[in-house]
């Protein structure tokens, strides 16, 4: 339950309900759920873990002011993680890129459209296909735990971050699957980072 709340929570965040600074009432949550005020508290717990709220006694949980330097901190652990997954997927994978293909295509009609914020979700489920292919629980749990998405589409729309080019940068990471590059690791890593750099420019 405390995850069907968290996930309510993150899209209120990405869709503007609550802004940076804003209260989060956990008891009106409840209410608006239907659930009790335990699960919500939880998923709280596990934002401000995320570092998307904060806490205070007397001042309740509210969302927290997103800095680039904190983007680049989840960049660079998410970085090193995609590293590690890429290398661990590709030999699962055995070339078949069949369903990166199709991302990446989205990709590109969302690019034709202007469409930045359809283009950041398909990049997401992009790496998230890598991810939950590298066949290591810990490593998917860790991920996932980031917020990738959540963090992607609140950079876009707080800090109003340009990202680059989305199709064609992952065009280099399914050529690299396709063929069993062995630089493979090194090149997602420096795809990630790209865009913790382009936020900062």
Known sequence: MHEHVRHFILEGLVAGRWEPGDRIVERRIAQEMGVSQA?????????ETMELVTSAPNKGVR?????LDQLRDVYLVRASLERRAVMLAAPRLA???????RYLEAMRSAAVEGDIDRQALHGVAFHRAIVHACGNPVLIR???????EAWTRLSLRWLRTELHDNAE???ELVEGLRRG?????????????????????
Do not use: F, I, K
Not at 95 to 101: I, K, P, Q, R, W
């Open 39 to 47: 699960p919500v508290r939880e998923a709280l717990r596990e934002l």
């Open 63 to 67: 969302v927290r002011e997103l800095t």
């Open 95 to 101: 070339g078949n890129v069949a369903t990166l293909e």
């Open 142 to 148: 860790h991920w996932d735990w980031l917020g990738v």
């Open 169 to 171: 940068d992952h065009e």
């Open 181 to 201: 590059d062995p630089h493979l690791g090194r090149l997602m890593e420096l795809h990630v980072m790209d865009y913790s750099n382009a936020s900062r420019t």
